[in-house]
Nanobody
Framework: QVHLVESGGALVQPGGSLRLSCAAS????????MAWYRQAPGKERELVAA???????NYADSVKGRFTISRDNAKKMVYLQMNSLKPEDTAVYYC???????????????WGQGTLVTVSS
């Protein structure tokens, strides 16, 4: 059984920083693209950042220059460093990964449970 678990969400003031973490666990064969999504109240879930197995990254225009996605393949973790936070960054953040179980030949898209980030004075 494979799981993704996020952590690091908190209440932070505008201009502050947070680092979100997501750990994959279980009998994992391999992990391809990993990503962070977010969903604000009344809004659709949107892609924030993604990183491929080869290290290529992509960011939403709204977070370019402020957020950085990274991964540690040995630890099977993905991170999102969030700097210069704005109130509009307030959302539940979800990690996502395309993961193949050790016992499977196919990749599945897995989601974490979400972690709340609130940016407010």
């Amino acid at each position: 059984q494979v799981h993704l678990v996020e952590s690091g969400g908190a209440l932070v003031q505008p201009g502050g920083s947070l680092r979100l973490s997501c750990a994959a666990s279980g009998s994992i064969g391999s992990i391809n693209t990993m990503a962070w999504y977010r969903q604000a109240p009344g809004k659709e879930r949107e892609l924030v950042a993604a990183i491929t197995g080869g290290g290529s990254t992509n960011y939403a225009d709204s977070v370019k220059g402020r957020f950085t996605i990274s991964r540690d393949n040995a630890k099977k973790m993905v991170y999102l460093q969030m700097n210069s936070l704005k109130p509009e960054d307030t959302a539940v953040y979800y990690c996502n990964a395309d993961i193949r179980s050790y016992y499977s030949t196919t990749f599945l898209k897995l989601w974490g449970q979400g972690t709340l980030v609130t940016v407010s004075s």
